[in-house]
């Protein structure tokens, strides 16, 4: 019976990704090609969020106390634990690997079975792996971006990870029907009500949710796959362009200035030497200017780059708490 379940789910997910792939035009965005219908999830997803999720988790909040809502988030990742350890062996981590062991170790049992977080306290800080992270760290793209029905934004390949994640999930393994959905359903409500005051930033920072969402899932995913120090993009080569081709122009106007006064004198052969004399000495400060333009399309330059960066950074910061990844590059 359990088998046919997760037999069910699986082949819904694999026809749901195929009737993505293929159900809708292309768009303006080459990451999301079924923008139309990803809209069309999304504003589902949204409405089934604001009339059941949301309200549950927020009663979820005000009947439990922190600590117990703490104790239960706890058990779930210490669930989670067991795939980081298994993806960062995948990817060779093996420093890594060893230290999420140790950490499922300490929590599982000084934690009682993980209610407690004993092993931050030891130093153990907990990483974020998944099956599409290994995927994207052999090489593997993320494909079109997704919205899932009832489950939210993912991609190609992540929800290829998340397909095989769900079949070993020890969760979705239990046989006692009632105990795994239930079990289930408290790991949603729990998760849901941990994103209530995340929520509200975006709610606030957002005037397109559905493209805000998007680009934060997408970029967050990226961070994660590199482990918090992914390379950068195309920024640079456009700054870098765009400064080089106003610093030429202040360049060749001076050689043209430079040029000029030279030739003019050339009708008397005896003063030669005196007015280029004066034409240089007189247009010897426009170099000077033109490095001074110059110097000024680097530093504003280096602005932009800058205020890019932060913003990515506090970009970053966010999605942390709207996906639980962790954008802490892993020590090895």
């Known amino acids: 019976m359990k088998s046919t379940f997760k037999s069910n789910i699986l082949s819904a997910a694999i026809l749901s990704t ?35 999720m949301k309200p549950i988790a927020q009663g979820y909040r005000f009947v439990l106390p922190k600590p117990i809502r703490t104790g239960v988030s706890n058990v779930f990742s210490n669930v989670d ?7 960062n062996l995948l990817q060779f981590k093996f420093q890594t690997a060893a230290s999420d062991f140790a950490r499922l170790l300490a929590n599982t049992t000084l934690g009682i079975g993980g209610i407690f977080d004993v092993a931050t306290s030891f130093g153990l800080e907990k990483h974020d792996e998944d099956l599409g992270q290994t995927l994207g760290y052999w090489g593997i793209g993320n494909g079109p971006f997704l919205m899932v029905p009832l489950t939210g934004p993912s991609t190609v390949r992540d929800a290829i990870g998340s397909a095989a994640q769900f079949y070993f999930d020890p969760v979705w393994n239990i046989d006692n029907v009632a105990t795994r959905n239930s ?19 975006l709610d606030e920072a957002a005037l397109d949710p559905y493209t805000f969402l998007r680009d934060a899932y997408l970029q967050q995913r990226r961070s994660l796959v590199y482990d918090g120090n992914p390379p950068r993009e195309n920024l640079g080569e456009f700054e870098d362009d765009a400064a080089g081709k106003k610093a030429a122009a202040p360049t060749e106007n001076t050689d043209k200035a430079v040029e000029a006064p030279v030739a003019a004198p050339v009708v008397s052969e005896a003063p030669v030497t005196a007015p280029v004399t004066a034409g240089v000495e007189t247009v010897s400060p426009a ?7 110059v110097e000024a399309v680097a530093e504003k330059t280096d602005e932009k780059t ?8 506090g970009f970053t910061a966010l999605l942390a708490a709207l ?4 954008t802490t590059a892993a020590q090895e």
Request: glycine share 8%; proline share 5%; with cysteine.
């Open 81 to 87: 634990d067991l795939f980081v350890t298994a993806n």
């Open 18 to 52: 195929a009737f993505l792939l293929t159900g809708c035009a292309t768009n303006g965005d080459p990451r999301d090609p079924l923008e139309p219908l990803n809209r069309g999830i999304y504003h589902f997803n949204d409405t089934v969020d604001k009339a059941v």
């Open 323 to 326: 996906f639980g990844g962790s």
């Open 306 to 313: 800058a205020a890019a960066e932060t913003e990515s950074n």
């Open 287 to 293: 170099p000077a200017a033109a490095e001074v333009k």
């Open 183 to 201: 079990l289930a359903g408290l790991r949603v409500v729990s998760n849901r009500a941990n994103l209530l005051d995340a929520e509200k930033v």
